[in-house]
């Protein structure tokens, strides 16, 4: 033995009989209440308690892998993601996390991050040999993973994804009313040409949902001839706009993601027009950092730490039920945040 490890004391830590003294109750039933085995729910919620507190007042911490014995659940909850690891923990994704870790911390479960590659049969190895008690799917969900889950019969709650076909639990924002805030706003500070900058986009159902918000609100104040859906990229958008008469340009932009209007912000302060006098530009999300670019962005603020907390919920309920739960879909609502970025078009009347 070294020197050094001579000098430190040992580690007595609580055991499960230090805790069933301390509350006079035999060690089986102790056991049974902190592995929160099955058969816990036949003990009374008061006696639970108290060996709960007993058991953190010793400072008793429980062996995990005794625990997932005994209960036969790992509480870990995976979180399948399509890579790269960097879209999870920035963006909208920063606030879905944190929602999940909240709930899942409350409940004594974990996170096991889960990167969906290329090869489907690396999913099924992860799913199917129950390292986790269910599954927060933060991708979309594509044929073999749906496969997959089914076969796995894991608990799942899809987060941000649409998959009608599957009645699985959804947690899902209204990206219509959310599109549709924001074409109101710029109507109503009188632009009439509006154009929204889709780019190009990967299959989600946020796609569809903005253009229709976005069509709606343009046709029931009369501007359907001005109605432009655009696919091209921030550059390309900026320089077409300078080649066009100032007549016909449009006035106000919706762009899709806060990352492009971000860019474009940039493109349009080198080509010298200026945002909001020559063009007002909204978007959707309130990550970081459209409140601090110059101009603030408005935009439509995205609930993501409430989706994080009802997904986790919604995985949790599976858990609790062995999966005989129906699946529910919960639609959260957007909010419009009005910054500096919008503004009346030049020329309306008292700008």
């Known amino acids: 033995m070294s020197r050094l490890a001579s000098k430190i004391p040992p580690i007595n830590r609580p055991t499960i009989m230090d805790v069933a003294r301390r509350c006079g109750l035999s060690k089986t039933t102790v056991s049974i209440i902190l592995n929160e085995s099955p058969a816990s729910s036949r003990v009374p919620p008061e006696t639970q308690q108290r060996v709960r507190d007993a058991a953190r007042q010793l400072g008793y911490r429980p062996n995990w892998r005794a625990r997932a014995l005994a209960s036969r659940r790992t509480h870990m909850i995976g979180v399948l993601y399509t890579p790269p690891m960097p879209l999870i923990v920035r963006g909208n994704y920063e606030g879905i996390m944190a929602g999940i870790h909240e709930v899942l911390h409350k409940n004594n479960y974990h996170v096991?991050?889960?990167?969906?590659?290329?090869?489907?049969?690396?999913?099924g190895k992860i799913l199917l040999d129950q390292r986790m008690d269910g599954a927060l799917v933060l991708s979309r969900l594509r044929g073999p993973l749906a496969?997959?889950?089914?076969?796995?019969?894991?608990?799942?709650?899809?987060v941000n994804a649409d998959a009608p076909d599957h009645h699985l639990p959804t947690v899902v924002v209204d990206d219509y009313d959310g599109a549709a805030q924001s074409t109101r706003h710029l109507v109503g500070l009188g632009h009439r040409r509006v154009s929204f900058l889709l780019g190009q986009q990967p299959p989600h159902y946020s796609v569809t949902q903005r253009q229709d918000g976005y069509h709606a609100v343009m046709r029931d104040n009369g501007l359907a001839d001005h109605l432009q859906v655009l696919t091209c990229t921030p550059e390309e958008f900026a320089n077409n706009l300078l080649s066009l008469p100032p007549?016909?340009?449009?006035?106000?932009?919706?762009?899709?993601?806060?990352?492009?209007?971000?860019?474009?912000?940039?493109l349009l302060w080198e080509r010298q027009i200026a945002v909001p006098r020559d063009l007002s530009v909204a978007t959707f999300s309130n990550a970081y950092p459209v409140e601090d670019v110059i101009p603030p962005l408005t935009t439509v603020a995205l609930p993501t730490e409430q989706m994080g907390r009802a997904a986790a919920e919604l995985v949790l309920e599976q858990i609790r039920t062995?999966?005989?739960?129906?699946?529910?879909?919960?639609?959260?609502?957007?909010?419009?945040?009005v910054r500096k970025s919008t503004a009346p078009p030049a020329g309306a009347k008292g700008n």
């Open 147 to 158: 496969s997959i889950i089914e076969q796995a019969r894991l608990p799942v709650t899809l």
């Open 322 to 337: 062995d999966g005989t739960a129906p699946p529910r879909r919960v639609v959260l609502k957007e909010n419009l945040i």
């Open 112 to 123: 096991l991050f889960v990167p969906l590659g290329h090869n489907p049969a690396d999913w």
């Open 247 to 266: 007549l016909e340009r449009p006035t106000a932009v919706l762009v899709y993601t806060h990352y492009m209007a971000i860019k474009l912000l940039q």
